[in-house]
Each structure stands twice: as C-alpha cells, then as structure tokens.
C-alpha cells in the first residue's frame, strides 16, 4: 500500500499550508582531503579551520546573507577524489532545507546532476532549490547564475565560487521581500553588462549581479523558468513567489505528519479541524505580507469527493452537497486551497508633469 499520501498540488492560483516557515537553511557541497561528511554550522566562526583556505571562504561567505544570515549551513564535505556528487545528495534528502550549491568548482556534468537531483525531489514532495553556475535548466527550483569577473578588493572570483554567497543571500531573504536590488556591499566590482544585455539575460532565466554606478546589486530575483505553462505562469519565475509556494508546501507536509495523520479519526468533524488550522496560517501569511489579505480559502473538495464516492459504487445522484461533504472517504482527505500570494514592489512607472 506504500506510506500514507498527502497529494499537495501546487499550481498558480492553489496551495495550501499549515505553519509559517522560518527559511534560512543553506545546503553545501565541497570537496576537501579533511573533515569529510557531514557537519551543521550556525555561524562563520564554526566553519573548520581544517578545510582548506578556499573551502573556509566559500562556507563563510554563505553567511554574509541579506536582510539577515543563514540560520545554519548544513555541509558535505566530499574527498578530493569523489566521482561525482552521489553522495553528498544522497545525504540531502534525508535534510530539510532551502538552498543547495556545489563546490566553488562545480562542473558542468555537477551542475546538471543537481539539477536533476532537485527536480526529483519536487516530485516527491520535498521543496529545495539550487543556485547553480551558468546552467540553463528551465526549471522553478534551480537558479541560473551567470556574473562574471566578481571583484573583492584583489580577488577575482567565478560564479561557481559565489554560488554559496547567492545561496546565503535567498536564504536570508524574508517570505515578505523579494530579493531584487538587494546589494552585495562586499564586491567592489563585476563585468558590467549594458541595459539590452542585462534585459536579454533576464528574460532568458539568468540570475545576474549590476553595477548601477554605485554598487553591485541582484539585478532581478528570478529563477531558471521561461517556458511557463497553464499551472505554472509567470509568477512561478520569481524567486519570491517560489519560496512561499516551497514554504507552504513543506509545512502543510510536516504539520500534517506530525500532528493529523493517524491520530484523528477521518470524521467530517475532524477535517474541519484541519481545514480551520490551514486558515489560521492563512490570515498569519496575510498579517506578516506574504498573502493577499481577504484573497485565500480552503475548504473541502467537493467535486473531488465526489468523484472519489462514484469510483467506491456510491449513488451521489441523489445526495445533497452536504451530504457529499459529510460523507465517509475512509482514509481519504480532499481539500482545495485558493491563495493569492503577494508579489513586491519591482517596477515603478512614474511620469512627471512639468
């Protein structure tokens, strides 16, 4: 029979959830002759002193963050001489977190293994996302960073080796803001990029850094999307709107793990419990800015209940709506979810009279 199921579908205007997320979790991989496994740090002075000197500051720039830092970096450290990432992604799906990179020299055999890695475990129910260099993957859950020639002070760095410092920063992005515009005060300089140019790579899906003649800045938080379809528009290219569907996701998953399957009886009764706990979340998404206020429902599935009555040889021909409702659906929950989620402010058209 398998594990119970919980069929959470995500498209544009239908989710559902239970408890506020708090993000912040940053998932790296890198490879080093010492400390090799596993290790959860919650600080830039936790990193290893072991690991080699470029290894320390990739993990340490992670935490440099945005409006706030990481909560914590879960890291797998892998042997110089590892053949692939297996190993590492294997651990990462036992972790729950909400950006995963590479090493700071991820190749691009690497990159699309994660790529796959993490559109695997979307269809299975988990949520994480990855910053990757210079890869094209069409896909809401992985981000194509592409900025080149990353100056700090006397340093050069590639995208590879600034994807943890990417991934720090959507991590320590809140539900309520989206990340364009946000400053990397720390690079002093990049490859800059003309108003066409930066346009053009937007549109296709990269993830770039600007100089706007004073600092260097996200240019738009976007991700990897460009072939958007009826359930997934164009809403689902923004990084801001794809944490919130992730985050909702996930608690609505866990919460109903920990606390309703299997410990309620599947009474009418009882999925009214549920259903009023998913809008209590609801009105606190709305009062925090991450839903649209007055927009967001959840209510039993009737049609689907429906449904799910005629395939068992019930006669719905002459049952009421409440009846359909009330009915028994022995280990079956159906619920459908509207919300509006908030988008921010990103484009100002501001005309002035004289």
Known sequence: MGLPNINIAFKTAAAAAVQLSKKGTVGLIIKDSKQNGAHVITGATEVPAELAADNQEYVSRTFLGYVSAPSKVILYVLPLDAANLTEALDYFA???????????????????????????????????????????????????????????????????????????????????????????????????????????????????????????????????????????????????????????????????????????????????????????????????????PGKNTIDIDVEAQKAYLQSTGVDVSAMSEQEIRSANTADKVFLLANIKILDAIEDIDLQIVI
């Open 94 to 292: 036992t972790q729950t977190f909400d950006y995963l990179a590479g090493p700071p020299d991820t190749s691009s055999a690497e990159s699309t293994a994660i790529a796959s890695w993490v559109k695997t475990q979307w269809e299975q129910g988990a949520t994480p996302r990855a910053v990757l260099p210079g890869h094209t993957a069409d896909n809401e859950a992985v981000i194509n960073f592409v900025a080149e020639e990353i100056q700090t002070g006397d340093q050069i760095y590639t995208a590879a080796q600034y994807c943890s410092r990417i991934a720090g920063l959507l991590a320590g992005t809140p539900m309520n803001i989206s990340c364009t515009y946000a400053p990397l005060p720390e690079i002093t300089d990049i490859k800059r990029m003309t108003k066409e140019e930066m346009d053009t790579a937007i549109d296709a899906g990269k993830f770039i850094l600007m100089h706007d003649g004073r600092k260097v800045k996200v240019g738009r938080g976007i991700n990897s999307l460009t072939t958007t379809t009826k359930d997934k528009g164009e809403q689902f290219k923004k990084i801001k709107i794809v944490d919130a569907v992730a985050a909702i996701k996930r608690d609505i998953q866990i919460t109903a793990q920990d606390s309703y399957i299997g410990k309620y009886a599947n009474s009418y009764d009882n999925k009214c419990l549920f259903i009023t706990a998913i809008k209590g979340y609801f009105t606190q998404l709305e009062i925090d800015g991450v839903l649209d």
